[in-house]
């Protein structure tokens, strides 16, 4: 059983998710691997960090001839050829676009620009990972290398210069073996990189494949290239990581950031506290006259302190109206924002109480009802709460449900 420091590599594999564990002196071990269409739809993640490697098909390469070697113009000149190429990442969807360096010389240089397409909820693991990269990134290649293999599905390659991904791309290609179709795009994509001065060479091929059956004959033949069969590889941790971030994951991150600054304040204050009482308490030692005068004034106030104990227990019985964790309209105002909007789902009734969460609603659709569910789920300010979402029902006004949730145990 993996342990909860460890960290994973979630990667698209032939035909499903997989997780793979990364621990230090040890090679790369498959964890678990998740036949689902989406990876919003892995129920439980394994325990410590994870690293999310996009598919290719969700993301565009642009490699770039450039005639200077000062790699703080990059970005600008990324942002102009994707912008000619007809792509424009929306500036509030976070960060979509990462840069590699191919070649760097003071003269000319070769990079590969990645532009993301805005990936939508269901298109990233419920658990926010640690960081983000591309699939491709994750299984390199010596040399000047052709590299194919099929992703949840369907056909991609890569291009490799020396040991760099210069170009990768996914195609709608199914077939069992590299057909003519496959062959056709990995011929057509030399051909632009050649027309934009990007050198795309490769003096070999590889095939990574579960079947040892696979067909690399038509593929050798086609591109003139010695071809290997193979067995994909484990995946490596890429280096340097990207720097990929969609929109939702960093407000999580900045929201979580905010509140450990928070508590680093609260702990702040706490020790400067402790070391003022601290320092007092020394002074009352070292004086014995001073320590039976400060005894006497407790005596004094003993029937404020009493007052004070009173003033706490009273004030510790409106914990579940002062406590955020158990404050009935904040949770419900969280509840209500985990509503899908346009979706006409709505609430009918909300019991909120230090024992149990219960709400009912209904929906014209059970589409709706479903997307609530997740989203519940979802909600990072509901994360401590364990929710109960059974099917909906149908009614005769359209699709009823009941959800159920277990707020946290109050800490004594």
């Not at 993996?2 to 990667?11: F, G, P, Q």
């Not at 390199?140 to 099929?150: D, K, Q, S, V």
């Not at 632009?192 to 070999?204: D, H, I, K, T």
Request: with cysteine; glycine share 6%; charged share 20%.
């Amino acid at each position: 059983m993996a342990k909860s420091n460890s960290t994973h590599l979630l990667v698209p594999g032939e035909t499903e998710w997989e997780f793979w564990t990364l621990a230090p002196g040890a090679p790369p071990t498959m964890h678990s691997a998740h036949p689902v269409a989406q990876p919003s739809e892995i129920a439980k993640p394994p325990q410590g960090d994870v690293i999310f490697l996009f598919p290719v098909k969700a993301l565009t390469a642009l490699p770039m001839h450039v005639p200077t070697g000062d790699t703080s113009l990059f970005p600008d000149l990324a942002a102009t050829h994707a912008e000619r190429a007809g792509l424009r990442p929306d500036p509030f969807a976070g960060q979509l676009t990462d840069i590699f360096p191919v070649l760097t010389s003071p003269e000319n240089s070769v990079f590969l620009s990645v532009v993301l397409r805005n990936p939508q909820p269901a298109d990233l693991p419920l658990k926010s990972p640690k960081a983000f990269d591309i699939s491709p990134r994750a299984f390199p290649a010596r040399g000047n290398t052709l590299t194919l293999w099929r992703e949840l599905g369907s056909w991609v390659f890569a291009i490799h210069s020396e040991g760099k991904l210069l170009y990768c791309q996914a195609t709608s290609v199914t077939s069992p073996s590299p057909d003519a179709s496959l062959i056709r795009e990995i011929r057509i994509a030399i051909a632009q990189l050649s027309m934009q001065g990007v050198r795309a060479e490769p003096s070999s091929a590889i095939v990574w494949s579960s079947d040892p059956e696979t067909d690399t004959s038509l593929l050798s033949r086609s591109l003139s290239l010695q071809t290997q069969l193979t067995a994909r590889p484990a995946p490596i941790m890429p280096e340097p990581l990207g720097k990929l971030l969609p929109a939702d994951v960093r407000a999580a991150r900045r929201a979580a950031r905010k509140r450990q600054n928070i508590i680093l304040a609260a702990a702040a204050l706490a020790v400067i506290y402790l070391g003022t009482i601290g320092y007092l308490g020394y002074g009352l030692w070292k004086t014995n006259s001073t320590t039976q005068r400060i005894m006497a004034e407790v005596a004094k106030v003993a029937p404020q302190q009493e007052a004070f104990r009173l003033h706490i227990e009273k004030w510790d019985e409106l914990e579940y109206g002062i406590d955020l964790n158990h404050n009935t309209v904040d949770i419900l105002n969280r509840i209500a924002r985990s509503i899908p909007s346009g979706s006409g789902l709505r609430l009918t009734s909300a019991i909120i109480s230090a024992e149990e969460i219960r709400i009912e609603g209904e929906a014209p659709q059970p589409q709706a009802v479903n997307e609530f569910s997740k989203n519940l789920s979802r909600n990072n300010d509901l994360a401590f709460f364990e929710w109960q979402t059974p099917e909906p029902r149908q009614t005769t006004r359209g699709w009823g449900f009941v959800f159920t949730a277990a707020p946290p145990a109050v800490t004594p």
